[in-house]
């Protein structure tokens, strides 16, 4: 339940700037694989996680710092 709360929030990050486009066409905001198996202790147990990975080539307008996703749900 864990990881398709962790895909869903992706896909939600990702639906956000789908229309944001390099000089070539190619998105900017892309899926970029899963991080390491980890282990994340929660109320019912341990348990190992493979986290969504988001590439985002994106700036932000107000910091002109690249954009990173920051996932809500587990920490970095």
């Not at 990702?14 to 944001?20: H, P, Q, R, V, W």
């Not at 202790?41 to 954009?67: F, L, M, Q, Y």
Request: no cysteine; glycine share 6%; aromatic share 4%.
């Amino acid at each position: 339940m864990l990881a398709m709360a962790l895909e869903a929030e992706v896909d939600s990050y990702l639906a956000s700037f789908a229309d944001e486009r390099d000089d070539d066409g190619r998105r900017l905001v892309v899926r970029n694989g899963h991080a390491k198996a980890r282990s994340v202790t929660t109320s019912a147990g341990a348990i190992e996680i493979e986290a969504p990975r988001v590439n985002d080539k994106g700036v932000d307008d107000t910091t002109g710092h690249r954009r990173r996703f920051k996932s809500s749900i587990i920490a970095p």
